[in-house]
């Protein structure tokens, strides 16, 4: 360590080139979830050369790299996402992906690089006071890498006394941060309804029963439980994202499979989604004659913010130099992240910064904004400068004093 970390401002800056240049890299190697095996190499190699304490392999490819004050105080847990979707990409850049069928269209490219360029700075710091560890985990993206990480130790291995996480967000202006406690982002549950027909001759459909036309009056019927079923004041998503059946054009299928996802922020209303969707399925199979089997599995609790980690990361919000006013007060996404099996486990919160663009997460055209790195890095420092109890006190005051500190 240097006797003397620069600004974060300068040192953001001066570092941009090697920080954009990690993240197209880091852009044009996607993997998916537990696949990230050249992603972890890639962020060991530069983490090491941080000098920071370096573990590798939790959840497979998972990496923490912590970095010991030389006083104590609290330890902290900042988390970034490293899998990328089985996406294909269609941006014509530079730097786009190399690997067919695969591309980094949630930016989680970008997370891992502000979470990088922010150790970059902070382990050039020599009156740290307390442990930071740098969390970058797998599978997030409908796999469970989170909890994975949780069950396999992650917190007995490297305890904290909260832990943080950030995503970038479309729809809001550049560097805008919104937080507040309680749910940020709702349950997943996954499910599948197999209906079980007696295939026979498309042009003798009367002497058999048809998967097809059940699946589509199971479809149309689904569609209530939302509009008229559960309460309208309460978030639910009912999703049917895949059908399967059928394979010759002159043959009734035996067999057809649908698949989907429920979004919900309260158990309740998850769990009168569930009753009734079994009971539709049943009324389906009888009016079509078939068979239908019904499975559900939650896949993602509630992330939910801890209210204390919550005014943490509004803090720091508030001082980021020339940042957007942070939002403090909105309604939750009713899309889901495995960051919450880590709040489950240890108290925190999870943020969400502005990119500046309108392009929605998933697209295959979805390119991370090259200019969130320094403020995305310099928001991950204020956060641990705020949580590990040493923001600059002069500048938390005049803030408080302009904006309130209410959040």
């Not at 020599?126 to 560890?133: M, N």
């Not at 609790?301 to 204390?308: F, G, H, L, M, Y």
Request: glycine fraction near 10%.
């Amino acid at each position: 360590m240097t006797s003397k970390a620069p600004d974060p401002a300068d040192f953001l800056r001066e570092r941009l080139p090697v920080h954009r240049e990690w993240r197209r890299h880091l852009h044009k190697h996607p993997e998916t979830a537990f696949n990230e095996h050249e992603t972890s190499a890639f962020l060991v190699e530069r983490l090491s050369a941080m000098g920071l304490e370096v573990a590798h392999g939790l959840a497979g490819t998972g990496v923490v790299a912590t970095l010991k004050g030389r006083s104590p105080g609290p330890a902290i847990g900042l988390r970034a996402d490293m899998d990328a979707l089985p996406i294909s990409e269609t941006g014509v850049m530079a730097y786009r992906s190399v690997n067919a069928g695969t591309s980094h269209a949630c930016g989680h490219d970008g997370h891992m690089t502000m979470l990088l360029a922010a150790a970059d700075y902070l382990s050039g710091q020599a009156d740290i006071g307390g442990t930071v560890h740098f969390v970058f985990q797998p599978a997030e993206e409908a796999a469970g890498g989170g909890r994975r990480m949780v069950e396999e130790g992650l917190f007995e291995t490297f305890p904290v006394d909260r832990i943080f996480g950030l995503h970038n967000w479309p729809g809001l202006p550049l560097g805008q941060v919104a937080v507040q406690p309680g749910p940020m982002m709702a349950a997943m549950d996954l499910f599948s309804f197999h209906v079980h027909a007696r295939g026979v001759h498309a042009a003798m459909p009367h002497l058999g029963t048809d998967a097809i036309v059940a699946a589509g009056a199971l479809v149309g019927s689904l569609q209530t439980i939302v509009s008229r079923v559960t309460d309208p004041s309460r978030a639910l998503v009912l999703s049917l994202t895949q059908i399967h059946g059928g394979e010759s054009l002159n043959a009734l299928p035996d067999h057809v499979e649908l698949r989907g996802t429920l979004r919900y922020f309260d158990a309740e209303t998850g769990a009168t989604a569930q009753h009734r969707m079994r009971e539709t399925a049943a009324g389906v199979a009888r009016s079509h004659d078939v068979a239908i089997d019904f499975d559900v599995w939650p896949a993602y609790p509630v992330t939910r913010n801890d209210a204390a980690a919550s005014r943490v990361m509004a803090r720091a919000a508030r001082l980021m130099p020339d940042a957007p006013p942070l939002v403090g007060q909105f309604a939750p996404s009713t899309a889901s992240e495995d960051f919450a099996f880590m709040l489950q486990a240890r108290p925190g919160a999870y943020a969400w910064i502005g990119n500046g663009r309108e392009t929605a997460l998933h697209n295959p055209a979805f390119d991370f904004n090259d200019d969130l790195i320094p403020i995305g890095a310099r928001y991950w420092i204020e956060v641990a400068r705020a949580a590990l109890g040493q923001a600059d006190a002069t500048r938390i005051q005049a803030v408080s004093s302009s904006q309130g500190d209410d959040q």
